[in-house]
C-alpha cells in the first residue's frame, strides 16, 4: 500500500476528497518517551478505498489535510475521537467539524460502555481487524505492509459501522444525544493543556490550605517543565512526590532530600532550584488564591438504601431505551440526586433527565416504586405512604 509522501500528492488527495459525503479518519502515534503525541500515521477512509498519509516524511506540510478537517461540508468520522483531535488541535488548532465519535453513537444506540472498535467491526461490519501489530514502532521507516494493512483497516471497516450507527440513530431519533457529546469534544477547552490546571489532574489526599497551595505551584511547574523539555509528566517528577511535597512542604535542599519520593541526585541536578522556587510560592500563596475545593463526603445517614435503589433504576432504564449507562450517570452521580433534588448532574438535565432523571426524582419522593415480577424489575406507579411502622423495641 502507497504512502502519501509528498505534498503534491496530498495536495491532490484533499482536493478530490472535498466533495465526499463523509470521510473516516484515525492515526496512530507514539507517546511513550515524550509530552507531546509523535504523529506518525494519518489514515482516511473515503469512497475510492484508504489513503495513508505519511506525516514525517522531510518536508510533508499538512496544512491541506487541516484544511480539510475544518471543512464544514464533508462529515470526518472517528472512533474514540478525543485523542486523535487533541493532536490536531495541539499541531494546527484544527479541530474537524462536523464530527461523528462511533464510540459516542454506539453507547447510545446500546452497544455498552466504551466498545471497542474490533468490536463493532465484527458486530456491524463482519470485519475482523488483525491485532498482531497493534505495538508497532509506528514512528520506523519503512513500515511493512501488513502493518500498513492493518492502519488501513482502522478506517475500512469504519465507514460500514458509521453508516449503520448513523441510520439507527435516524430511526431513534436519537442524533440530538450524540451533538451534545460532539459539542465536548469540538471545545477548544477540552484540550487545553494550562500549567495552572494541571493540579486537578491530581488527586487531594490531604487537607489543608497551604499544603494544597503548594500542590498548585509544584505540579503547574511540572507541567511547565515537561511541555518545555517534551518529556512525559513522570519522567520530571512523579504524582506521589508531589503529595510528598504537598504533605511535608520541605523549605530546603537538604530537607528535599530526606523526602521518600523524590529520586536520589535530584537535589544536585538543575531542576532542584525551580521546584524549590515552586514550593515557596505555594507557601507564600495568598490564602485568598489558594483553590476551594470541596472535599468529597460520604452521603448522608440513610441515603445508601437510596442510592441502591437509583442504581436499579439506572440499569433498568437504559436497558429498556438501550443506552449506555456511562452516558448517563455513575455512582457520584446517583449520590448527588439521592441528597439534593437540584444536584449540578447531567443526569438530571437535557435528554439524560427524559431518560432517566425524571423517573429517579419521583422514585426518590414515593411516586414511583421498583418491583419484582417473576424474574424481572418492573416500575409501579403511584404515591406511596410512608412507611409508620414502629421500630421493634429490644429487650
Known sequence: MHMIDSNQELQGLCERLKGSRYLTIDTEFMR??????????????????????????????????????????????????????????????A??????????????????????????????????????????????????????????????????????LAKRLMETGRSRWVSEEMAILQNPETYQLRPADAWRRLKL????????????????????????????????????????????????????DELRAIPRGFT?????????????????????????????????PGLGPLVELLKVLLKLKCEENDVAQKLIGNVSDLEAIAADDEADVLALKGWRRQVFGEDALRLKHGELALAAKG?????????FAENRRKPIPVE
Open 95 to 164: 479541530i474537524p467539524d462536523p464530527l461523528f465519535d462511533t464510540q459516542v453513537a454506539a453507547m447510545v444506540c446500546g452497544f455498552g460502555d466504551s466498545i471497542g472498535y474490533e468490536t463493532l467491526a465484527k458486530r456491524l461490519a463482519n470485519g475482523d481487524v488483525d491485532k498482531s501489530s497493534r505495538f508497532t514502532d509506528w514512528a520506523r521507516r519503512p513500515l511493512s505492509e501488513k502493518q500498513l494493512q492493518y492502519a488501513a483497516a482502522d478506517v475500512t471497516h469504519l465507514r460500514i459501522i458509521y453508516e449503520v
Open 32 to 93: 511513550d518517551s515524550t509530552y507531546w503525541p509523535k504523529l506518525c500515521l494519518i489514515q482516511v477512509g473515503a469512497e475510492d478505498g484508504p489513503h495513508i498519509i505519511d506525516p514525517l516524511a522531510p518536508g510533508l506540510d499538512l496544512a491541506p489535510f487541516y484544511a480539510l478537517m475544518r471543512d464544514t461540508s464533508v462529515v470526518k468520522v472517528f472512533h474514540a475521537a478525543r485523542q486523535d483531535i487533541e493532536i490536531f488541535f495541539h499541531e494546527a488548532k
Open 268 to 300: 544536585g541536578s538543575k531542576m532542584a532550584a525551580g521546584l524549590m522556587d515552586a514550593i515557596e510560592r505555594g507557601v507564600a500563596m495568598p490564602e485568598d488564591e489558594i483553590p476551594h475545593v470541596d472535599m468529597p463526603e460520604p452521603p448522608p
Open 205 to 256: 489526599r490531604f487537607r489543608g490550605k497551604r499544603g494544597l497551595g503548594v500542590m498548585v505551584e509544584v505540579a503547574a511547574w511540572r507541567e511547565r517543565q515537561a511541555q518545555e523539555r517534551d518529556q512525559p509528566r513522570s519522567r520530571i517528577l512523579k504524582d506521589d512526590a508531589i503529595y510528598e511535597l504537598a504533605t511535608q512542604i520541605p523549605r530546603s535542599k537538604e530537607a528535599l
Open 375 to 383: 424474574k424481572r424489575i418492573i416500575l409501579v406507579e403511584g404515591k
